[in-house]
């Protein structure tokens, strides 16, 4: 098809690559299927003269290529299969597709739809790898605050932030919430989240909690001089998630957490160009797995977490980290990361890896991650022997010795709930 | 533990049931991690004085069943492994939590946030039922219009209607568009829907091609006396669907074609219950397959196209066919049917297989379904020997004589377009 090979402008195609599983010989077809089908329907079909006003719409093949044990494979040619996959006749290959960014309108459900709408439904097939292009970028703005911006709202300049999460939310009324906040702002902690599931609208609404928490925010500063921000859940009905967001931050929000798979990408970069929402969106990863947890079906975590919440306008990510339980393995998460800083128009997005992080991890958190990072923390904050107070303390003392170059060891000699903590929960090595 | 057998108001539960691997000895710890963790975050931590505020919160291990070859288990109680599985020490289980509807909010991001936010990233975990119960369903309106809403409208009592497809509309100016649309009502089509691909916002708008089908529309009227309406791609940011729903109602649309999983749940349900969207949604299931595909990750199609569109408030759902290249397996779909079906406070979803219809499958369409369905066809309309009006014609041919009881090849014999039809693709036996 003469199709493929026309000289068109760069960036101004969205490039999906899609895993598949497939005869080899039917790989080519496939592909060529994928591209017209998903674009602009069918083209043989097409009388003459409609061609050319429909060809700007239609998609390009821009590489089939077959992942082949024997041989890797290359780029825009297809490969004789192994031995095995040879036997039952099927392959697995990449096949990558350049789609117009002029199909979209500017929505991320008009990428999703296009890309992986009816394909993913289309037996074995994974979106792995979304190439969005400057031109779709840019159309987006993408992090209204991103790392710098964040660091600038709570004066912290350079080194890991910590974030502790509550124990548990639902039940607890306000009062007993705010003794739960205020004891781990002073322990150090510089961000306090909600929990993902505390949709409360009767005994501790989100615009209760944020009044009765930034007073004891406030408070804390005074004792302390250091500002504590609470990422209060933003929950409710889609349409008035906006003017919800906007009154929580009047009302002294840290951050806003946000359900944002559960919810809708749109929503989101809806919530992120608003002027009058003035504090950093955290996006909370809760139903993203039901997405990118096969390794054969479903789309790379690097999307859905990544690349499209950053273009959605998420300021931070929260995501699994490799150490707890609810895991993603390291080399999945240190791609979502390069998603989240890759080179692009927009802003880059603060990581914050989740699950199982206790004090002994953070050096290692650092060299994986850089100081860029939240150090989010619920169990070993809340289950030091010491109680909540050690528990952030010693997170915050694990993270100023590893920003000064010193070895936890030599730090916890001098700082007794991080020695504590590195005696129940070891070092991770 | 004590909590599981707390006596509760019947019905105030969602029960979600997933399917796990794990070893079988850490099931029973594993559920009640889930059914606490889930919830009240902790309960041995707990001051006795706060246990009795938070347990109204708590969820509910209702059940553990390990599915093994050799003895297929039961609700309640763990069994033994096979070899295999003993061999390796993981076992294939279902386990099944109930929580408190007051954990929610309303909201269907905070159902799929509790039941399978965090879950969904903790690793070979499926959710593969849900039952929602009356309480929860209450909350929600349901379809607007349903299969009779949508029959009164379309005055067509009892027969299977008949929807056509545009083979593409990437590139077409209105006019184009206009006598492809033309050709499909001609032919005898009860609903022409766009493509889910169509986002254009500058040669062809939704609210152009309303405007000129809607004309086109009531010249079919007038020739032939039958009702056409038109299903049209409702896009554009996720604030703005609302108004543009309520505009393209009031231009004359037949039907609001949605990408509900692109968008999310509770804008669906938003737009359900508005009373100036008045004319049937109709789910696409674009994107659909990111979350079901996997046979052990994500969620069951039941669950994603079937019961949460339902509760969310679709009319008609569009789900992959058991018969063409994008498929869905048939018990499957099924499952899915029955779903939009079931016994409920909620009116029934009209259901539309699609991908791969031909007119000699009807039989076997209604046999499956019953006359309750649309027949949703493309390839099999255009594809005609005889051009689109009689691909349209044949089809009705078809659902004529399968609601009168006479076979298709009977039919065929007074009817030149369906036979040329069943030439050409067979009757699928
Ligand atoms: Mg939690
Ligand atoms: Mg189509």
New interface residues.
């Given amino acids: 098809m003469q199709i493929a090979n026309e000289p068109r402008e760069k960036g101004s195609y969205v490039v999906a690559t899609y895993r598949v599983r497939d005869m080899q010989e039917k790989l080519a077809a496939r592909a060529e299927g994928i591209a017209v089908g ?5 083209w043989t ?2 009388p003459q003269a ?1 061609q050319p ?5 239609c998609g390009q093949v821009r590489g089939i290529r077959v992942l082949d044990e024997a041989d890797p494979g290359a780029l825009g040619e297809t490969h004789s299969g192994s031995q095995d996959q040879t036997h039952s006749g099927l392959v697995t290959a990449e096949i990558s597709i350049a789609y117009p960014v002029h ?8 990428i ?3 890309v ?10 994974r ?1 792995v790898r979304l190439d969005l292009g400057e031109t779709l970028q840019r159309q987006f703005q993408g992090p209204k605050f991103g790392v710098t911006g964040i660091r600038d709202m709570l004066h912290i300049p350079d080194r890991p932030l910590l974030m502790s999460i ?8 306000v009062d ?1 919430l705010t003794d739960a906040f205020l004891e781990q702002a002073r322990g150090g902690a510089d961000l306090v989240k909600d ?3 505390f ?3 009767d005994y501790a609404t989100p615009e209760q909690r944020v009044t009765a928490f930034s007073r004891a925010a406030r408070e804390v500063e005074i004792e302390t001089g250091r500002k504590v921000g609470y990422a209060v859940n933003l ?5 008035k998630l ?1 003017d919800r967001a906007r009154r929580l931050c009047d009302l002294g929000a840290g951050a806003l957490l946000f ?1 944002a798979v ?3 990408y ?2 989101l ?2 919530l992120a160009v608003d002027p009058d929402v003035t504090v950093p969106l955290m996006v ?8 990118y ?2 390794a ?4 790379a975590s690097d999307i859905v977490l990544g690349s499209l919440m950053r273009l959605a306008g998420a300021d931070i990510v929260i995501y ?1 980290s490799p150490y707890g ?4 393995p390291r080399s999945e998460g240190l791609r979502l990361v390069g998603a989240l800083r890759a080179d692009s128009p927009h802003k880059p997005v603060l990581p914050a890896p989740s699950a199982g992080i206790y004090p002994g991890l953070v050096p290692k958190l650092v060299s994986d991650l850089g100081t860029d990072c939240i150090v989010n923390a619920g169990g070993a904050i ?1 289950g030091h022997p010491g109680g909540v107070v050690d528990g952030a303390s010693a997170f915050m003392a694990a993270i100023t010795a590893t920003v000064q170059g010193t070895s936890l060891h030599e730090a916890a000699e001098n700082h007794g709930p991080l020695a504590r903590a590195l005696q129940k929960w070891g070092t991770g090595q």
């Avoid at 998903?38 to 069918?42: D, E, M």
């Avoid at 339980?325 to 993603?328: A, G, M």
């Fill in positions: 998903l674009t602009v329907g069918s079909d097409l409609k006003a429909v060809l700007e719409y199909n979209f309108n500017g929505t991320i459900a008009s999703l739809t296009t992986f709408g009816k394909l993913s439904m289309d037996g074995e097939i979106l509550f124990k548990a939310c639902l039940g607890r009324n007993d929990d993902e599931i949709f409360s609208e929950t409710g009905p889609a349409s906006a359900n559960a919810y809708g749109d929503i970069a809806e909370h990863p809760a139903v993203s797995g039901a997405l947890g096969s054969t079906h479903g789309i699994p339980s609810v895991t993603l809340h």
